[in-house]
């Protein structure tokens, strides 16, 4: 009976023990904070660049400007906040004041405010329509308080740190909940500085006395997190193109950085060995510049730059922070609208259907009961798959009920535990083989990988290295479709026509003669010449959905093989290289400015097209021209054509313009004018049109 009575016990301690849950890891490293926890839930959000630079067309003002030329003709906050919401976007964080030291907000600190402009009569305030339309469409509010302020006389002494503090106060005290607090590294230098008008420069890492300042914003708003290239919260990416680096690690070794500080470099990845926890965000506007230029409306980031920075920043374990630069009615502008809503739309036809769920899974490895494979596609945030403690490697194997195609894989890590993963592979079985699909590094938070959409059976997910045993809460499948945007047409100085599209698993059809591509296409396997005049057209086709990206169509002229620039020296034919990415540039004492081409052989030409130089800061736009044709290059007569590129400085595109057919060999484009009136002349592209 004794004997019998001590089995019983025994069995019903085993049933226990085998269906207790085991023990949950302890946590690894550096750890992320409540506040810094809320904020994954963010992901991405909007910047807006909007303050006194849109009204002198400036990126840096000197803090000179006077508040009145600060005047939008019709302010829609709301407008803005509607935009973020139907984009997807989470927050909005507020120029309040950038480096010209002009205050959207009527602040008792300074006379360099809104409340001194004409605009409204002195009564308006960004700051709070802005954090009131935020309100209105649930989106969190944030504000930008720029550290250097060009216009304050006090910059540089301690007296302005205290009004600095006191701009914060009013700040985080007056217009509600602020989720992010950005400080910028760019600081010290000329300026106003209350009509001083000089240079005056501070050492970026004491003159701020930055864990002060800091206190201020935990005591008001403690859940706000703040950003700089140290954080304490957030830290800069290092860069202002939009990514992170693949491998990108939460952590780092804070203290040696500040805001502003040289070794920014290793921002873009974080740091192995950090001391805390302190994720990178990736500030970059949509425009090349952070304010508003009209001239700057055709270079709106298209839908595949957006899905590069969408995939290179949330999909690389960062925060994505995009930027509107708010032009002078004070509206997001109808291009940025188009682009920002493209993205949104790829993501969600991106992200449609999880393929993973309700698949078998299975793991080589775990921890035991509570810590299975099944947790990683429960859609559940706070269960995950873990191994034994001495266990640092192990593999995932989801397998589906019939071959799938499969092009994205999302995984993440159980952050409260710390980022742990140092070398992952994923891999799909085809055929009964399994091939590799990547071999990666880091996870943290969110890591999304995009391939070439492969059928598979089984798709394994291996941990190779991890500094502990491996943590990780869910993992993702998509059949993302192509990008169907039109492909790219180019033509190089021998004839030889490229077209490429952005999204490589379609088939590119085109046509040389204006023909329509989806009719009378051939299929693009590579390159081809063209050395006569055409049109070609080009459409990328889905091969699983049979649709058809917008047609792309290019007119070309006689090939410029033949062509020289007389004077030129090696750079000269950038004028005619066929990529609009790169210059030439003719320089002279004064104006005009010409540019002699010799086209080597005499031809019928009744126009001719013209692309100013296409950087960021354009290098000498021709405002009035002047052409000539001439048969021997030596006698040029009257020109042909003479005029104005009309809002060239605005609107820097290709122009094109037309005249009665003439004969002849040479061509001088005269520039008489430029727009910045300096005798330089950038030639992205110039072309002649035949008869
Ligand atoms: C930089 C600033 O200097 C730019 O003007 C812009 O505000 C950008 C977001 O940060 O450091």
Redesign the pocket.
Known sequence: MKRSIMLLLSVTALIFTSCQKAEPPKPYGPLPSERQLKHYNYEQYA?V?FNMNTFTDM??GTGAEDPDLFNPTDLDCDQWAKVCKDAGLKGIIL?AK??DGFCLWPTKTTKHSVKYSKWRDGKGDVVKELSEACKKYGLQFGV?L?PWDRNNAKYGTPEYIDIYREQLRELLTNYGDVFEVWF???NGGSGYYGGANETRRVDRKTYYDWPNTYKIVRKLQPYACMFSDAGPDLRWVGN?KGYANKTNWCLLRRDEFYPGSPNYKELTSGQEDGTHWVPAEV?V?IRPG??YHKSEDHKVKTLPQLLDIYYHSVGRNAFMLI?FPVDRRGHIHENDVKAIMSLANQLKEDFKTDLAKGTKISASVDRGSGYGAENLIDGKKDTYWATPDDVTSGSITIEFKKPTIVNRFLVQEYIPLGQRVKEFTVEAMVDGKWHTIAEETTIGYKRILRFEPVEAEKIRFTVMKSKACPVISNIELYHAPAVMVEPQITRNRDGVVFIRSYDKTGEVYYTTNGADPVKKGKLYTEPFVLKEKGTVKAIIKDKTTGKYSPVASVTFDICPEKWTIRKGDKNSILAFDGNTGTSYIVTNDKLPVDLVIDLGETLIIKGFTYLPDQSKKSKGIIKDYELYVSRTGKIWGKPVSKGEFSNIKNNPVLQTIKFNPVKGRYIKLRAISTTDDKPIIGVAEFSVITE
Do not use: L, M, P, V
């Open positions: 910047f660049h990126e840096w120029t950038h480096h930008y720029s910028d590294g760019a202002e500030d506007s952070w304010y930027n």
